[in-house]
């Protein structure tokens, strides 16, 4: 049987890159352009890119219906993200987009607004030695690691995490410097399934290791939904007393008319 | 030994009883009033009310580090309540502020906000019968109820209800027209403990019955954080390389400068 | 791109098919062999069958590493299904091969043994009518499924249904007598993922149900994981300091000689 | 108001303070008697002890019944504990008995029996540095405790650890060594909940720490449940047409005789 490749659509913020010197030896075509690059290695997945700087941050209605999975990069300009686009991204995602927030993305509008909590941590930029644990043998999102791997360099990202318990813990970090970190986590919000994925400095060439483009590429395999989207995502349908699924007379008092919306 | 009694405050949008003869004649103290009185009757609980109309709500920062749990009815107003004092609710309940989210308050700013979903239902107001099932005996919210019970007439809510998948699941309802609800809920955000209700029509004598009242107050009790509040709960602390919990010298590239805020 | 099908066993009691006229004559096959024409329906799937009576009740160690997914339908004769079977079926499991556990399969060794739990519930053989309700929409599960779809007649499952809270919630029912059941819920137990479908009760012809049958479909999908199964699933490795993932010198007192194997 | 007493059980295996004179030397009266020290400095806990060697383990069924919490230390006897004991501790926490289950504890017969998993892990016995991280700040169990504490030795116990997803992640541990370990992790098992606390060697003064003396009293009063215990636990009671909560006439076949019990 064949199967139709997946849509992964990866936005990046797209500031360091032409704001600073070191990241943009790093990722001279850009952060997002390296990402969608180790997407693409699989023949499975279509990547293309979107950033800040474009209209609507390129995240249009259409855009949004025409990717199965969006990735998010941001780190300096969170607040420069059209509060507009962040509701559109979040209703795409309860309607059954796949989202992938990486690294720094951990304090994006679109990540607060899906978690409901401070998605705070602690934090430190020091190039120190990171080790990646599989927690979770065999989860897709593992697929073909190895139980651990090292990150020579990464900007240290510390309990506690102020997310919601996870739905699936995938893997947790080790740092160098003593502290640890749930640094592959996953939830779902709605249709939508979510990943986030700690590491992913800008001044670091973490999205050229082998290991972290093989978890991208799992992690847009596993958020991907088939299904179509939920129309309405949104609405409470009033279900009136002759439409119920079984017989039912109505009685007693009531607040609302006949055939009323409910309050929002 | 003696502890202390647990402080809760009973948020209500006092709409209904103002303007319902209805529902003025169901709870003609207001329904905040019904449900502070239901909760006095655990003399462990010390019971306050607040409303839409008071200043800033009475839902001010004095107010909120004073109670251990909020309990939250609204329905028709919910888009009157300030966005500030939204956000005020939801940072004391990361830092362990007790919520209890009744009835239509599904729809609620603070609780699509700690959600992170719509927080959608179906829904239909008939008087039907709805029987309240324990799924989950001796929890402490399900404390002294029997298997299920019978609320006569209630408004019908049913799934698909757009949460989250709860923490855990202590209440799923059956509807005489033929739908199923899960009407007891448990959420956590950060060093807060969440509750939603289903039952609580405005029109229906729901807070005067007495499982309905025995389970107002488990709830509090379960919700209630003995703990100190968490100060400055969605700080991002830097740890600097010489404060890390490791000896760690610091290499490679930087982004930021020492001392440095992160990005928010 | 193409992928292998999945390949899926059904393990089949095969008492009352041969004990009971009223079952032969809705299953004249046997169930297993029913429930295997409805995978097969699917050209992604492959169904083969094994039941009870064969050597080792067909679960061989060779038959369940050829599998991807196995499901399970028993009843009357859990107490005949060896412990030794049973045994090897769960780490089957937790190496990643999935597992659905079907009806009164709640109260197969397998399932009590994965899940830590007594799966008791309430119950009614009455031929009422059930009605099952997605409550997680666009959930792999709940694929192509309307947002309820009803059973003229099926067994009374009633909660509390004694099981640990699900990763994942798909479906509650409503049943005609008054009770609730969450009838479709998942679990993960090391890389194996397990799915709990109450529908089946071996007089009705629930199994002919195409809604049914698509649930089932759509659960093998879910359930398989294309990865290897992990080797020496409860292994616990000594990991000696000379092969620390960071340089480590030995200290202190110790109560194991080097090499030891741990205890049991 | 004033509350009863937790009453609370320490199971030691008692082996090694027996055998060996490093272990006797750190737990001069055993390693279940400073434990039970440990919890009998919060004036709310009342703690006994229980020892393998004692009949039944000292874990009769009125033992069961009388406490609220059982706490759990075993490591080179785990095949010695009677199956029949380990059934009686299952149902004494479906019912309603809190579990704490120490270190070594994770091979225990009976937290593989409630988890369901194979509760393995990698290890190491070199005396080196953990420090234990509270990723839930505010939970109960963390009450008190400082972001993080070091123990200068420990045994090293790293991922994958064979459990569940837990209900909660309350502690995860950084080693000298460069592994990481989810160290304090609850679950609920019926109305039982469980807590699994990693420190603990046994030729190490960890029990004489002030901290994790705070852990295990925190963990008692968490794991405490006020309510009467759940009676005939694994029952799966029948409810006749005639006692159905809706007016329900039988129809279409039966297998079952009238007032027939189920199949277990």
Redesign the interface.
Known sequence: ???S?VKALVWGENF?EQE?K??REVYPDGMHACIAAALAED??IEAATATLQEPEHGLTAEALAAHDVLLWWG?????EVADEVVERV?ASV?A?MGLIVLH?GH?AKIFK??????C?????????KE?V????????IA??LP??F?LP?EE?Y?????I??P???VF?????????F?SGVT?????GSIFYFQPG????PTYHDPHVRQVLRNAVRWAA?P?PR?EK?????????AS???P?T???????AAGEE???
Chains 1, 2, 3, 4 share one sequence.
């Open positions: 049987m064949s199967t490749p360091h600073n070191l990241v023949p499975g780190h300096a300009k969170h607040g979040a309860w059954g720094s304090f607004r899906l978690l409901g909590t401070p705070n941590l602690s934090w430190r930029e020091a190039g120190e080790r644990w599989t927690v979770n043998p065999r989860h897709p697929a073909g139980p651990s090292v360099q240290m510390g309990e506690p995490f102020g919601p318990e739905l699936e813990t947790v970090s080790w740092f160098e410097g003593g502290e640890v749930r939830f779902r919000r709605g249709a400095h800008e001044v670091y939904n299904q939920i995502v949104t609405d409470a349908p009033n279900v009136p007393a119920a699924p079984e039912l109505e009685r007693g008092p009531k607040l609302h409910g309050f929002k």
